[in-house]
């Protein structure tokens, strides 16, 4: 009979796998530790005769007090062991310190920018301070936000604002068959005839089918022409060089014989016909526009001489009279080309118009949108600005807005747009250009708050801000962001340093960190110690994070400046972020790591992309570029469009000088999907359903990127897979079956569906009527 001591193996060999949330290395409690200590002792020959096994004997009390030790021991190696990897860390701390050995520096709350632009009244130029400020309303249940410039600003009232003219599309389509003309010029009516002239050697004729009075945008008086039949144009043509004539006489052709010969057209009587006007034959209802080349008068026989006899009353002949040749003179026009007619031709079918009078005068088409490369006219700009012109904002109709580089031409009364700002969305006319734009930043500004004073005595100082959180403002270096922090000792500036590694003890520096609170410290003493008595401030600004206001909420100074009437707000601000979360810095510490502060491949661009605030899905390419005849790597990213520079100026401080990098923001690409699911009876289909869109549209949190079809999950350009869909829906409790899967109307078919060349695709909110997501009818 064997003993239950001789099957027990204990301890067991620790196997601990990878990206594990909890490291299991307590190996046992006290019990197992004594019945392992107690199963060693026969094996021990010194201790063959030992039988004790009372409460009393010492040996027991040793047994005992070695299984207290080695549980004790096994409790804090587990602990020790998960307080050492940044994944599995948990006491409050630990995991900041752990992340500060890989030199990772947590990102800070980031202060949001804004566009605005301001109107000034009067003649003289007015001048805004730098840390001029402004106000935002209350929006989405978040307290009104304070904005401030971050430079003094000039403000000229000569280009307060300016209407820009609508665009003409002057170049006429390869087929017509209407056009627009101006109601009081009109000398038509319903089945005239008419001739189109687009060049001298390009005539087009056409019946006049209707008349329509249309309503365009610009509220301009505009009739249609309608035309009978469709109109080809000849290449090149345009709209302000189109003449269109209509007839103001009529006249058929000489009938006492033939009429025709090649070009030359003899009329039925005197017609006043001049060299070089234009003519419209008709013949069976089918037209031919010709250019006359000469037309003179000519004399035609309409009887010819005869002689008659006279004869007496026995019919003898007496004598002749001879009558003379009846004449008559028509006008003899000749064409410019040959007219040939689709049935045979009888003259007297043929009919003339001539003496053509302008029909109408033509209207150049307006185009209803504006775009970057338009030609932007602005009339009214007639006096040159005397503050410089750098950045611009546009207002269309509908309020919508784009903030674009570029500067003001008042001798062609034109807006240069700068050639490398790339709109984002069509503007619908009419559209408003604002001339004195500039930026603002989140953040009130503190002055000289005193800190406290130096003690030489001590190694470390440190202190922390009165005001949270502190303000960082995007900035073109490797981080992507500045401090708006600055520190005088006994008023002697100091300098930020990341870290006190390699620093000397003469080095008048200081590092700044931030807790969970967003509360900021400053730590003196890793380098020079402050000296004794010194008085130390700061001066800051304090406000950041990610909610953001509207656009059209920020209309108001913080206080009032003389010569400032207006402030306009078109766009929404941008580039808001909430300091790294402690989830997100386990995520993102170990990655950024890996690139040793350079990016050489394509993963090591994503990384460093995806570090800059605001920024949601990176994808980087290599795409060949037929302009400079190389192969560059296109950084697409969802996100705000302004984010680009501060993206390409992040990824060029990581990079060699002359690396071909190029930033692009990824569009989106509206969406819709719709499935038909098979749920079991037993379970609830709004629970079910309220699964599945879990699934596919999660929202994001930090390292996770959310559903299968948030736009942060599938990135730019990224591909819907059926098969992924598939799968995880199927692993909801509930589902029998996927009856069918539509993607944009049609069923999905193959691997699944990619979006145009750099889009996304974009579902919209799931309950409201964007949601592009529908499930059994829910969306």
């Not at 000849?234 to 103001?248: D, H, I, M, W």
């Not at 017609?271 to 000469?294: D, F, M, N, Q, W």
């Not at 490398?420 to 001339?435: E, H, Y």
């Not at 502060?597 to 037929?626: H, P």
Request: charged residues 25%; aromatic residues 8%; hydrophobic residues 40%.
């Amino acid at each position: 009979m064997s003993c239950p001591c001789d099957e027990f193996n204990f301890p067991v060999k620790l196997k601990i796998g990878t990206g594990q949330e909890w490291l299991s290395r307590a190996l046992g409690g006290f019990p197992d530790w004594r019945m392992a200590i107690l199963n060693s002792i026969g094996r021990q020959p010194e201790l063959y005769q030992w039988r004790a096994r009372g409460e009393q004997d010492l040996g027991m009390m040793l047994v005992d007090m070695g299984a207290y030790l080695f549980d004790s021991v096994s409790f804090y190696d587990s602990f020790v062991a998960n307080e050492s990897y940044i994944k599995t860390a948990f006491r409050e701390g630990t995991d900041r310190k752990l992340i500060s050995i890989l030199g990772y520096i947590p990102r800070p709350a980031m202060s949001a920018q804004v566009w605005l632009a301001a109107e000034a009244e009067g003649k003289k130029v007015i001048n805004m301070e730098k840390a001029t400020a402004f106000r935002s309303a209350e929006f989405d249940g978040n307290v009104p936000q304070v904005f401030e410039t971050e430079q003094a600003i000039s403000l000229d009232p000569r280009v307060n604002k300016y209407k820009i003219d609508r665009v003409k599309l002057d170049d006429i389509p390869g087929i017509i068959n209407s056009f627009l003309v101006i109601p009081n010029t009109v000398r038509l009516k319903e089945n005239d005839p008419l001739l189109l002239v687009f060049n001298e050697s390009n005539r087009r004729v056409a019946y006049v089918d209707k008349i329509e009075n249309i309503s365009l945008r610009s509220k301009k008086p505009t009739l249609k022409i309608i035309l009978k039949s469709d109109i080809t144009v000849p290449a090149n043509s345009k709209f302000s060089e189109l003449r269109v004539y209509t007839p103001g006489n009529a006249t058929g052709l000489w009938t006492f014989s033939t009429a025709i010969s090649g070009t030359q057209y003899d009329l039925e009587s005197t017609r006043p016909i001049r060299a070089g006007s234009y003519v419209i034959l008709e013949h069976k209802g089918v037209l031919r526009g010709r250019k006359v080349t000469s037309a003179d008068k000519q004399q035609l026989t309409l009887f010819a001489s005869s002689t008659s006899t006279i004869k007496d009353t026995s019919d003898t002949v007496t004598g002749s009279v001879v009558s003379p040749a009846v004449k008559t003179t028509v006008t003899r026009i000749n064409l410019d080309n040959i007219v040939s007619w689709p049935d045979p031709v009888y003259e007297n079918n043929i009919t003339i118009y001539f003496n053509l009078v302008e029909a109408a005068k033509i209207v150049t088409p307006d185009k209803e949108t504006l775009i970057d490369n338009d030609v932007i006219s602005i009339p009214d700009y007639i006096d040159e600005s005397r503050v410089p012109v750098s950045s611009l904002l546009f207002e269309d109709v509908y309020k919508e807005g784009i903030q674009s580089g570029g500067t003001l031409d008042y001798i062609n009364h034109e807006v240069i747009v700068d050639v490398n700002t790339a709109w984002d969305k069509l503007l619908m006319a009419p559209v408003n250009v604002f001339g004195n734009a500039f930026i603002a930043s989140r953040g009130e500004t503190v002055i000289d708050e005193i800190l406290g004073v130096g003690d030489a005595t001590q190694e470390y100082q440190e202190f922390k801000l009165k005001q949270k959180p502190l303000s960082y403002l995007p900035t073109n270096n490797s981080k992507g962001y500045s401090s708006t922090l600055s520190v005088r000792v006994g008023n002697i500036l100091w300098d930020e340093v990341d870290t006190f590694y390699a620093t000397s003890k003469d080095d008048t520096v200081y590092v700044v960190r931030h807790n969970e609170e967003n509360e900021t410290y400053i730590k003196f003493g890793g380098a020079a110690r402050l000296p004794t008595a010194a008085e130390v401030t700061a001066s800051y600004r304090y406000g950041a994070g990610s909610e953001v206001p509207p656009a059209e909420s920020i209309t108001q100074l913080a206080k009032p400046i003389d010569g400032i009437t207006n402030v306009k707000n078109i766009l929404p601000a941008f580039g808001g972020g909430d300091a790294e979360s402690m989830d997100e810095i386990k995520y993102y510490a170990p990655r950024s790591a890996l690139l040793l502060g350079r990016t050489v491949s394509l993963l090591d661009i994503e990384a460093a992309a995806n570090q800059v605030s605001g920024v949601k899905a990176v994808k980087a390419l290599w795409r060949w570029d037929k302009v400079r005849s190389e192969k560059r790597a296109i950084i697409y990213y969802i996100g705000d469009a302004q984010l680009s520079s501060s993206i390409l100026s992040s990824l060029k401080a990581m990079s060699e000088p002359d690396a071909p990098i190029e930033v692009k923001q990824s569009l989106p690409q509206t969406a819709n999907i719709q499935i038909n699911l098979v749920i079991n009876q037993d379970y609830s289909h709004k629970l079910v359903i309220a699964d599945v869109q879990t699934i596919l549209y999660e929202v994001p949190s930090a390292g996770f990127k959310g559903g299968l079809l948030r736009a942060e999950k599938l990135g730019p350009e990224g591909i819907v897979y059926n098969s992924h869909m598939i799968d995880a829906i199927m692993e909801v409790n509930g589902v029998n079956d996927i009856e069918s899967i539509t993607f944009d109307s049609t069923i999905l078919t193959g691997y699944g569906r990619q979006p145009e060349p750099e889009h996304y695709f974009e579902f919209g909110e799931l309950g409201t009527l964007s949601s592009g997501i529908n499930i059994n009818g829910v969306v």
